[in-house]
């Protein structure tokens, strides 16, 4: 009996062979909505930061940031604050000159669920614990979603719409400071585009992953060499929110995020990822409504992952460890 239980269990998690769920643990449930992680390996210690607030949407969001020497045992490190802002989505990245940085939208909507403005915001840290004061980049109404260092330069792609929600672009900037962006290119993705992570791959072009919202909802996949003005765009088969990737030590790629097969019950999950092949989502993770926005970290042969979910009753944060088939 309990073997079958187990096996029961395994189906639950694990869709086919390849990913490994090990293990899962909620590491926080503190707020009364936590929700949009990121997560980085910084001097020797595990960093996860995150939303809190009242809900998925309004009210003045909270960025939470918790350490760990050991990924077991989190304290909370700091709480970012901005008056009259709802500060969201939190991702991490290292600076040139050292220190962690976070970039984060930053959304007004005095007191109502309508949004009002945004514009992105970045702070640094040397510690985890003292942060600077949130600073606005780029322009009224854009999000710079995430970003990522490579050979001292900071990339991101910010997403921007019309007023009437009509128009959406998808624009790449570069950074030498993470304070001051130039334009390189805007990405020629259709279907309301957003979301998008970036990375490097060995050879040194430049792979992005956007999420869309019509008409199809499939991720875009776009290759790029450097100066990364010009660029080859694929599908990605599959609907991710949140997307995320990265690139393992043999070069094979793998992604997360929201995976929308089962609506209405959504739950996170991750494949690998192709640039020619597409997205083959393969784990589910324990998850379920609101959930997802997963950060991604490959350490000691494991990949590791935050991510939020709201199937325990509310969002809570959790941290997965997943072996990776040879």
Not at 74 to 102: H, Q, V, Y
Not at 107 to 116: A, D, E, F, N, P
Not at 200 to 221: C, Q, T, W, Y
Request: hydrophobic share 35%; aromatic share 10%.
């Amino acid at each position: 009996m309990r073997n079958l239980l187990l096996l029961l269990l395994c189906g639950l998690c694990v869709h086919a062979a390849g990913l490994e769920l090990l293990s899962t643990e909620m590491i926080w449930d503190k707020g009364e909505h936590n929700a949009f992680t990121d997560l980085i390996r910084y001097k020797g210690r595990w960093i996860c930061t995150f939303r809190e607030s009242e809900a998925h949407v309004g009210g003045d969001g909270k960025l939470r940031v918790l350490e760990s020497k050991d990924g077991k045992k989190w304290d909370s490190a700091a709480l970012i604050a901005e008056a009259g802002t709802d500060l969201r989505d939190p991702k991490l990245s290292i600076a040139r000159d050292g220190r962690l940085m976070i970039v984060a939208g930053g959304s007004i909507y005095v007191g109502t669920k309508v949004l009002k403005g945004r514009q992105p915001r970045v702070m640094f840290s040397s510690d985890a614990k003292q942060w600077t004061v949130p600073q606005r980049i780029l322009s009224e109404g854009e999000w710079l979603w995430r970003v990522t260092w490579h050979k001292g330069r900071a990339y991101g792609v910010s997403y921007s719409n019309s007023a009437d929600r009509q128009n959406w672009v998808v624009t790449l900037f570069e950074s030498g400071d993470g304070i001051s962006w130039s334009k390189l290119s805007q990405l020629d993705v259709p279907g309301k585009p957003n979301e998008t992570t970036v990375r490097f791959l060995k050879n040194g072009d430049m792979m992005a992953l956007v999420r869309r919202e019509a008409p199809d909802n499939s991720a875009h996949i776009g290759v790029s060499k450097a100066p990364y003005k010009q660029w080859t765009w694929t599908t990605a088969n599959h609907a991710i929110g949140g997307p995320n990737f990265i690139q393992l030590p043999d070069g094979r790629l793998i992604a997360s995020g929201r995976d929308y097969r089962e609506k209405p019950t959504y739950y996170t999950g991750a494949g690998f990822l192709s640039a020619t092949e597409g997205y083959k989502p393969e784990l589910r993770f324990p998850s379920g409504g609101d959930t997802s926005y997963a950060g991604m970290v490959w350490h000691n042969g494991l990949l590791w992952m935050s991510y939020y979910s709201s199937h325990e009753g509310k969002g809570k944060i959790y941290l997965a460890k997943v072996k990776v088939p040879r």
